[in-house]
């Protein structure tokens, strides 16, 4: 009997030793082209920006990057136009926190109960702007806050006031740009917004409802609860992203004028790469965009873990 044991144990063993590894292999092999993508395109590039942001280089082929250390980093620290593109940048983002946040949560509460011909309509309007190309949009409301022929100015000069320049007047530029690219951004997040308001549970408002609660009440004690992880990714987006989904509106409109006040740290890596052909500084501008986002985005994560409330 303990023959037959050992033989068995003989010929069991080394199938199972073939075939561990192959067990621990399968999982990176399905993984492999994902991970190839992603050093690609991600984490090469971002090596080698931060390769070049140590060098000067004018990016013409026949020229060779000159190593220059730290020269970047304090060249650029001490520019008063980094300074003002990202103070612009915060602007940016403040300015958008309504526009993608609290006024797409409140269309979708308060437009959560209608039926028939108005909700669709309601839906086709706030979805219309996110169909639209970004720079269709650009044109679009260059030619509507035109200061000599557009229809807002010609609206504004019927009734009587002096036209206004949204594009030339410095104190005024940069919250036309937020407008513009909060407009475009308003479709998509209340899209999102009511997708997780219908999920909700109506068991939960109708049981709040037979407790005398008011309409204010279920939506502070019910829906807003229940929204918050939506909320906080919309809120996380926009603050990482939302000055980076106004570059098309910048290059297109103003070029980061009048004096500087529209651009933001996004179109200033753009320009000293493809405008001035300053690579070293876009790559530099690059490094510390991403060092300091990087560091916001860990501590959104870590709140929205704290604050955010499911639904188990």
């Given amino acids: 009997m303990s ?10 063993t ?4 073939g075939l561990l590894p192959r067990l621990r292999l399968a999982p990176w092999l399905y993984l492999a082209p994902t991970l190839a993508v992603l050093f690609v395109w991600i984490y090469l590039p971002l090596f080698q920006a931060v390769q070049l942001s140590f060098t000067q280089w004018n990016m013409l082929p026949t020229a060779t990057p000159r190593p220059v250390g730290w020269e970047n980093y304090r060249n650029l620290l001490a520019l008063p136009e980094l300074r003002q593109a990202a103070w612009n940048t915060l602007w940016y983002v403040l300015g958008l926190l309504p526009l993608s946040v609290l006024v797409p949560l409140a269309v ?8 028939g ?9 706030i979805f219309i702007p996110m169909i639209v190309p970004p720079i269709v949009a650009a044109v679009l409301w260059r030619w509507l806050l035109n200061e000599d022929y557009g229809l807002v100015n010609r609206i504004i000069t019927a009734l009587g006031a002096d036209p206004v320049s949204f594009f030339q007047n410095p104190d005024i530029a940069l919250w036309t740009m ?3 690219t909060g407009w475009k951004l308003m479709g998509f997040a209340t899209l999102l917004l009511s997708a997780a308001n219908g999920t909700i549970d109506p068991g939960y408002v109708e049981a709040a409802r037979m407790d005398g609660a008011t309409r204010w009440q279920i939506v502070r004690d019910i829906r807003l609860p229940l929204l918050s992880p939506t909320i906080l990714l919309l809120t996380m987006m926009t603050i990482l992203f939302g000055a980076q989904w106004s570059f098309v509106y910048i290059n297109a409109i103003t070029d980061g004028g009048p004096l500087g006040s529209t651009t933001n740290v996004f179109f200033l890596m753009w320009k000293y790469g493809f405008q001035t052909f300053s ?7 690059g490094v510390m965009t991403f060092v300091v986002f990087g560091l916001i985005a860990l501590a959104l994560l870590t709140l929205s873990r704290k604050l955010a409330f499911h639904d188990n």
């Fill in 3 to 12: 023959h037959i044991m050992t033989a068995e144990t003989a010929v069991t």
């Fill in 14 to 17: 080394p199938a199972r030793n």
């Fill in 108 to 115: 979708a509460i308060l437009t959560q109960d209608l039926g």
């Fill in 117 to 125: 011909p108005l909700r669709n309509l309601y839906r086709a309007l």
């Fill in 178 to 180: 937020v407008w513009i």
């Fill in 279 to 285: 690579a070293g500084w876009s790559a530099t501008a």
